[in-house]
């Protein structure tokens, strides 16, 4: 089992910043990767940016060049997502989730935080 504990939402003014921060805990040992994901009222849940235990990161398209996902320990169980240049269409609950490797079968279990508001005003 692997609790996420997500912090750094809030409100923000058009064209300000947010860092949200996650922590891992429980059997971290297994977590293969971690990433923020973003959900909207009305809309599906959606990828914002992942980071693999090696360190590769991958963000979607819409994010590259004003978000930035960051690692806050050497294994990558702290993670931080900067958010710059927010717009008001950024306003979402963000997820924290952490896939984590099933111990005797292929795959993973995605586990998620309990998500944290961010708010941009116009």
């Known amino acids: 089992q692997v609790q996420l504990v997500e912090s750094g939402g809030g409100l923000v003014q058009a064209e300000g910043s947010l860092r949200l921060s996650c922590a891992a805990s429980?059997?971290?040992?297994?977590?293969?990767?971690m990433g923020w994901y973003r959900q909207a009222p009305g809309n599906q849940r959606e990828s914002v940016a992942t980071i693999s235990r090696g360190g590769s990161v991958n963000y979607a398209d819409s994010f590259k060049g004003r978000f930035t996902i960051s690692s806050g320990n050497a294994r990558n169980t702290v993670v931080y997502l900067q958010m710059n240049s927010l717009k008001p269409e950024d306003t979402a609950v963000y997820y924290c989730n952490a896939k984590v490797e099933k111990p005797s079968n292929p795959g993973w279990t995605d586990y998620w935080g309990q998500g944290t508001q961010v708010t941009v005003s116009s």
């Open positions: 429980g059997t971290v040992a297994n977590i293969i990767a």
